[in-house]
Nanobody
Framework: QVQLQESGPGLVKPSQTLSLTCTVSGGSITTNYYYWNWIRQAPGKGLEWMGTIAYSGSTYYIPSLKSRTSISRDTSKNQFTLQLSSVTPEDTAVYYC?????????????????WGQGTQVTVSS
């Protein structure tokens, strides 16, 4: 059974960089052909796919966030990390990590077979 767990600060100040880590157990993040995604849901809005890091280490981002987003991984710890720079209150959301078995670029829940529980991040001074 694959399990994902998000961790990171729940409160970030405007203009700072948000950094979240997803720790994966029950499966390796380098296993062909899985993709490891970050998805968020702002208050009153739908799920928004932000980006992914593939089993190969390749990364893909939603164009609207690409200039502020970076996803990396630590294979020795079986973790992948999201960094979102220059945050504003509009980045306040519940952030999820999730696995897909192909490159998916939408927030449609059924695209992803395993999810973390989600972590609330609030951007406020």
């Amino acid at each position: 059974q694959v399990q994902l767990q998000e961790s990171g600060p729940g409160l970030v100040k405007p203009s700072q960089t948000l950094s979240l880590t997803c720790t994966v157990s029950g499966g390796s993040i380098t296993t062909n052909y899985y993709y490891w995604n970050w998805i968020r849901q702002a208050p009153g809005k739908g799920l928004e796919w932000m980006g992914t890091i593939a089993y190969s280490g390749s990364t893909y981002y939603i164009p609207s966030l690409k200039s502020r987003t970076s996803i990396s991984r630590d294979t020795s710890k079986n973790q992948f990390t999201l960094q979102l720079s220059s945050v504003t209150p509009e980045d306040t959301a519940v952030y999820y990590c999730a696995r897909s078995n192909a490159l998916k670029t939408s927030g449609w829940r059924r695209n992803y077979d395993y999810w973390g529980q989600g972590t609330q991040v609030t951007v406020s001074s």
